[in-house]
């Protein structure tokens, strides 16, 4: 099986990794880009070294999909570790192992800590729990790659405590636009579901809450999904088991075929078969499909799980981003949800770095409700409509800065203006003088009609503040008349009496703000 670019430019940067001494590196490849046939491909060369590999998943469906899909990118068969299943004694080189049984102390005392010289950790996004932490331990010198499509977690703990890098990383935006995942068009939903009443555990939304929140609307909801999604195959994400099965009634009832699939259904593979053959229109789980599920068919995507985490709101998505005959898009469908907290994940999760794009993103996409987007051409609009407001921001923020300085006098221009050598040449000499100038000294400063933004410490700002306020007992100009004067030509305004530049001032204010021409400011002498 031949690799894509960039899957060949994935599995060359782990081992470039691997070979400058980084043992612990990740690999991010989005949901629907063949993360399993890279690390499949990686596993043969680690093989065709001597090795010894352990691919390490939380789910058996995984193990089943690695070692299956190991076989048919390379022909290499597996032992398993799993319940009663062992890999000791076999003649494999390659062992899929579930983590819930290789964390049990017992079974990893039968393992000397150098057995395996390379560990693979699909959905790499859940190794930090202590399962995980308890295998990886054991085997201390062991290279380890851990491959995810959602490099963040629930409870916010970096991957980066336990990955020393990052080898590879293909984002979803360049998938979509090199021709490998679908493109999605994001649809808001113009009904808003209060969810102001939902507590947080874990970092995320509670599940119970969420399922008693979301009652009230499941007919409304069920009412806009027949405008939209009644000619797709759809697969609705849902938080409770009972609130998924009351959801799949409901469907039925407004005319679609819909089927319900959970953890402990008895025909879960039959149900997901006749899904995929099109007997049902719609697949509700309560959280089931998440990871480990394909079907490329699948062309409508409806959260009704709301999560503040971007990794499970990007598998959610995932679900349907794989490309398929006839397949121009996908449709994912976003509500209007009402909530306390600003950390809700939305379809600018799926594609935006910037938080502050997200957000712009999500309000356009809100003023379109009813509308599908596509979600490439949303992030660029909300790109553009961000600059702009900086722009906006920033000829304000220069206007404003403009007018300030037209207002006051330049620190230099007054030290010059008053001929105060020992202004201009002051150096701090004590611990408080050189921290900067406090906001009260800089506040009395600009009232006073001096701009503060070049005084760098407290000291010369309380010199500064000493000489004003001598001056203004002396009877001299302030800083507002040195100013005005100066800037229409008259010389040394500073060191001038207050009347003198007052009675100035009113001549030139009488006459239009003009100075009188029988005045040459350059020659007048105020003192």
């Known amino acids: 099986m031949e690799l894509r670019l960039y899957q060949q430019e994935a599995k060359t ?32 060369d680690c093989v065709r070294r001597g090795e010894r590999v352990l691919i390490l998943a939380h789910r058996g469906e995984l193990l089943e999909q690695a070692a299956d899909k190991l076989r048919k990118a390379t022909g290499l068969g597996c032992a398993v570790e799993k319940a009663e299943e062992t890999c000791r004694g076999s003649w494999f080189r390659v062992t899929v192992g579930s983590v819930q049984t290789l964390m049990r102390e017992k079974r990893l005392k039968q393992f000397p800590d150098d057995y395996f010289n390379t560990i693979i950790i699909d959905e790499a996004h859940h190794c930090l729990s202590d399962s995980y932490q308890r295998v990886l331990q054991h085997f201390p010198e062991a290279e380890v790659l851990g491959v995810t499509a959602t490099p963040d977690r629930g409870d916010m703990r970096n991957l980066g405590q336990y990955f ?131 079907c490329p068919s699948v062309d409508c995507i409806v959260v009704l799980r709301p999560t503040k985490v971007r990794s499970l709101y990007c598998q959610m998505v995932g679900r349907g981003t794989r490309l398929y005959p006839g397949k121009d898009h996908l449709l994912l469908l976003d509500f209007l949800w009402h909530t306390e907290r600003h950390e809700l994940c939305h379809p600018a999760s799926l594609i935006c770095d910037n938080e502050e794009v997200a957000q712009k993103m999500t309000a356009n996409l809100e003023e379109a409700a009813g509308c599908p987007v596509d979600i490439e051409e949303a992030e660029k609009k ?82 500064l503040l000493d000489r004003l306020d001598k001056r203004r007992q002396d009877g001299l100009t302030t800083p507002k008349q040195i100013r005005f004067l100066e800037g229409r030509g008259f010389q040394h305004v500073g060191t001038w009496q207050f009347e003198t530049a007052r009675r100035l001032i009113d001549r030139i204010a009488a006459n239009g703000w003009k100075v009188p021409a029988d005045i040459i400011p350059q020659e007048y002498k105020g003192a």
């Not at 063949?34 to 990686?42: D, H, L, M, N």
């Not at 509670?206 to 000619?231: N, R």
């Open 13 to 44: 940067a782990v081992f470039e990794q691997w070979d400058s001494g980084v043992k612990k590196t990740l690999l991010v490849l989005p949901t629907g880009c063949g993360k399993t046939i890279v690390f499949a491909k990686i596993t043969e």
């Open 382 to 463: 909300a790109s553009e409509d961000v600059v702009a407001q900086r722009e906006e921001a920033l000829a304000k923020q220069l206007a404003e800065m403009k007018r300030r300085k037209r207002k006051l006098v330049d620190p230099l221009q007054f030290e010059m203006s008053i001929q105060a050598e020992d202004l201009s040449g002051y150096v701090p000499a004590f611990g408080w003088e050189m921290s900067p100038p406090s906001d009260k000294q800089k506040q009395t400063l600009e009232k006073l009609g001096i701009l503060p933004d070049q005084i760098e410490n407290a000291g010369k700002a309380a010199k």
């Open 164 to 294: 020393d890098s990052l080898a590879y990383e293909y984002t979803l935006p360049k998938a979509i636009r090199e021709g490998y995942l679908s493109p999605i068009k994001a649809l808001t939903i113009p009904l808003k579901i209060d969810m102001s009443s939902v507590s947080v555990q874990a970092g995320d939304f509670k599940a119970g809450e969420i399922g008693t929140a979301l009652d009230p609307y499941l007919e409304g909801i069920a009412g806009e999904m027949k405008k939209y999604c009644m000619g797709k195959k759809t697969v609705v994400f849902l938080p409770l088991v009972k609130t998924s099965q009351k959801f799949r009634d409901l469907l039925n009832t407004h005319g679609f075929h819909a089927a319900e699939v959970n953890g402990e259904s008895q025909d879960r593979a039959e149900i997901l078969k006749d899904f995929e053959a099109g007997k049902y229109n719609v697949l509700c789980n309560s959280m089931l499909l998440t990871e480990g599920w394909d």
